[in-house]
């Protein structure tokens, strides 16, 4: 009987820690890789690394990023969903 409690003891553990940590990162990496596919040429945007700018250039896996000091090639995955969001909510 004992053992019983302690396999519920465990999935009971499992459960709690599935709905705390594995299923909010799911989705948050779900709503990252939509923000990526949704991008579009003249986007502000803004990196993880903290640089501000507009995208004028897209491939498949890297963007162009257009700052004030000039233009810069970086991946697409550097760039922040909710640093950009909050930018554009902001103005």
Known sequence: ???Y???LL???MF??????MIRPQQKRAKAEKE???GLKVGDKVITKSGLHGRISELAERTIVLET??????MER???SLELSKMANEAK
């Not at 459960?15 to 705390?20: G, K, L, Q, R």
């Open 1 to 3: 009987m004992e053992q």
């Open 5 to 7: 409690a302690n396999l």
């Open 10 to 12: 465990f999935g009971g």
């Open 15 to 20: 459960v709690v820690m599935y709905f705390f």
């Open 35 to 37: 923000f990526e596919a």
């Open 68 to 73: 004030m000091s000039g233009k810069l090639k």
């Open 77 to 79: 995955s550097a760039i």
